[in-house]
């Protein structure tokens, strides 16, 4: 059931419960362009592995209002707004793809209430030194992150008319992106059950508009409001080798910088290898969730 939180400044988040109730709260957080309704475990395996899954719209997309103007760093801002309405005091965060910087904000931001995070197929900031950010990057993604660093209207554009196909007919992404794919990315969207997830997903993040997908294009090209460095609380890192959406060397930048991470590269995996890899992820934050907070006198 979709529950309406309201933010500080009065927008309305669409967020949702699933798993186990009494299990170990994790946030997953989607990727982009992307909704709530995007790729998580089951109910039986989240009960399975103890965990309370909460999912959230982020702002422009689905039930969720606009923030123009956001940054990455806002996030850290409504998921402690969703985690006081649902009387959380401490969580873990998962994001991935376009969900991981976003997870990464809260790991940096909310260090009192953060517990871990797990980090998937992620970008590293656009300003990150000493990194080739566009190297190994499909095409498309590299039109849409120069669009966006040129003019905020003409990416504006470019992303509405692609979303009004996508809203005709909703198959339209996957279709595009099976062009763009790896082989072994091909292999996890030639399922079904994916396919019909990857299908609703994209058609609740975009059926009013495509502010969502415009603001975190823009929100990558730009300052994210916080430093990587400077997070302190355990975070793991995954990325499939040949990811062409988010290339590997963004998360190996992110791992030399962020103090005490874990890395894991996996050979002949891509960006939908996320996917296989995220109910174990999931059981890793979880577990920490659970852990009592040492730092509490």
Same mark, same amino acid.
């Given at each position: ?25 994790? !946030?997953?957080?989607?990727? %982009? ?52 309405? #649902? ?5 873990? @965060? ?20 953060? %517990?871990? /995070?797990?980090?998937? @197929?992620?970008?590293?900031p656009r ?29 504006? @554009?470019?992303? =509405? &008319? ?20 790896? =082989?072994?990315?091909? &292999? ?19 059926? =009013?508009s495509a ?8 929100? !990558?090209? *730009?300052?994210?409001? !916080? ?21 590997? &060397? ?24 996320? #996917? ?8 890793? /934050?979880? *577990?920490l969730a659970?852990?009592?907070?040492? %730092?509490?006198?």
């Open positions: 059931m979709v529950r309406v939180v309201r933010t500080p400044d009065g927008r309305a988040l669409a967020v949702e419960s699933r798993g186990d109730p009494h299990g170990s709260p994790v !946030f997953l957080l989607h990727g %982009t362009p992307g909704s709530r309704l995007g790729p998580a475990p089951r109910g039986a395996v989240l009960y399975r592995l103890g965990v309370r899954l909460i999912v959230f719209d982020r702002p422009g997309y689905g039930g969720s209002d606009r923030l123009p103007g956001r940054r990455v760093a806002d996030a850290a801002t409504d998921v402690a707004a969703i985690a006081d309405a #649902l009387e959380l005091d401490r969580f873990a @965060v998962v994001g991935r793809s376009g969900g991981a910087p976003h997870s990464l904000a809260c790991a940096a931001l909310l260090p009192q209430r953060v %517990t871990g /995070a797990g980090v998937l @197929v992620s970008l590293a300003t990150a030194s000493g990194l080739d950010w566009f190297a190994g990057m499909t095409e498309s993604n590299v039109r849409e992150y120069r669009a966006a660093a040129i003019s905020a209207r003409r990416l504006a @554009v470019s992303l =509405e &008319q692609r979303s009004q196909r996508i809203r005709e007919d909703p198959s339209v992404l996957v279709t595009e992106l099976r062009g763009e794919l790896p =082989e072994s990315d091909l &292999q996890v969207v030639a399922d079904a059950g994916i396919r019909a997830m990857l299908v609703s997903n994209y058609a609740e993040a975009l059926r =009013e502010h969502g997908w415009i603001d975190d294009a823009l929100a !990558f090209s *730009r300052d994210w409001g !916080f430093d990587p460095g400077s997070i302190r609380v355990p975070v793991l890192l995954w990325h499939g080798q040949e990811d062409v959406f988010s290339p590997v &060397q963004h998360t190996r930048w992110l791992a030399e910088h962020i103090p005490g991470s874990t890395l894991e590269v996996e050979p002949g995996a891509a960006h939908f290898g996320a #996917l296989d890899v995220m109910p174990r992820v999931l059981a890793w /934050a979880a *577990r659970a852990a009592p907070d040492r %730092t509490a006198c």
